[in-house]
Nanobody
Framework: QVQLVESGGGLVQAGGSLRLSCAAS????????MGWYRQAPGKQRELVAL???????NYADSVKDRFTISRLNAEHTVYLQMNRLKLEDTAVYYC???????????????WGQGTQVTVSS
C-alpha cells in the first residue's frame, strides 16, 4: 500500500506563514502528480496546488502569488509554503498523489489524512 503522511498544520495569525509537508511511503513503484487540496467547513474540497511529474505547477487563483508548491522526487515528498495567510485559508489540507503501486502494479490516487490549518485575526 501507498501511504501519505502530512505535517506542518497549525494555528497562525493572518498575514503569517506555514509550511506543509507530505511524504509518500510504502509499496511505491512511481509517483506522478503530487498536490494539495483543502476543505473548509460546509464547503467542497478544492484544489490548492498541483505539481506534475514534469515539474509543471498549477494553483488555485485564490492562492496564486502567496502559496508555493515544491517537491523532492527522490524522496516522494511534496511541500506547500503558504505565505500571507488569510482567514479564508482556514481549512483541512489534504495531500494527494497519483502513482503506481509496486506490489499490485496498479495505478492509484492516494490521499493523506489531512492537517488542520487555522488562520486567526
Amino acid at each position: 500500500q501507498v501511504q501519505l503522511v502530512e505535517s506542518g498544520g497549525g494555528l497562525v495569525q493572518a498575514g503569517g506563514s506555514l509550511r506543509l509537508s507530505c511524504a509518500a511511503s510504502g509499496t511505491i513503484f512511481s509517483i506522478n502528480h503530487m498536490g494539495w487540496y483543502r476543505q473548509a467547513p460546509g464547503k467542497q474540497r478544492e484544489l490548492v496546488a498541483l505539481s506534475s511529474s514534469s515539474g509543471r505547477t498549477n494553483y488555485a487563483d485564490s492562492v496564486k502569488d502567496r502559496f508555493t508548491i515544491s517537491r523532492l522526487n527522490a524522496e516522494h515528498t511534496v511541500y506547500l509554503q503558504m505565505n500571507r495567510l488569510k482567514l479564508e485559508d482556514t481549512a483541512v489540507y489534504y495531500c494527494n498523489a497519483g502513482g503506481r503501486d509496486s506490489y499490485t502494479g496498479m495505478l492509484g490516487d492516494y490521499w493523506g489524512q489531512g492537517t488542520q490549518v487555522t488562520v486567526s485575526s
